[in-house]
């Protein structure tokens, strides 16, 4: 099997040890991926030489999913904090107009 050795070490110094697969040979052992993504190893999938997915357990995911932020509630705290001026917030369009109006 062969490895991009740059994108094994990266993935290595940023706390990812992942295993990285072409597409071709993730197919062919597409059982076995799942089986190492359920033990708690991601692993990644390569297309055309470039990295493309990684396949994780669904509780990884659904951990990850919980873990960042909305972006509502990403604006929402920086409203609060009071990092808004009042041209951010003034909205220059009227109210009454039909949202996708503009592309009919």
Known sequence: M???ITKVLHNTMIGFPMKTYPLNEARA???KLVERALKGEPQRV???GKE???IVSEDEWRARCRS???LGALLAQHARA???SELVTNRPWKKGRRLGSDFA
């Open 52 to 54: 493309a997915v990684v």
């Open 29 to 31: 052992e597409f059982s």
């Open 46 to 48: 390569t297309r055309y």
């Open 2 to 4: 062969l490895y991009n």
């Open 68 to 70: 960042a932020p909305t």
């Open 82 to 84: 009071g990092h808004m």
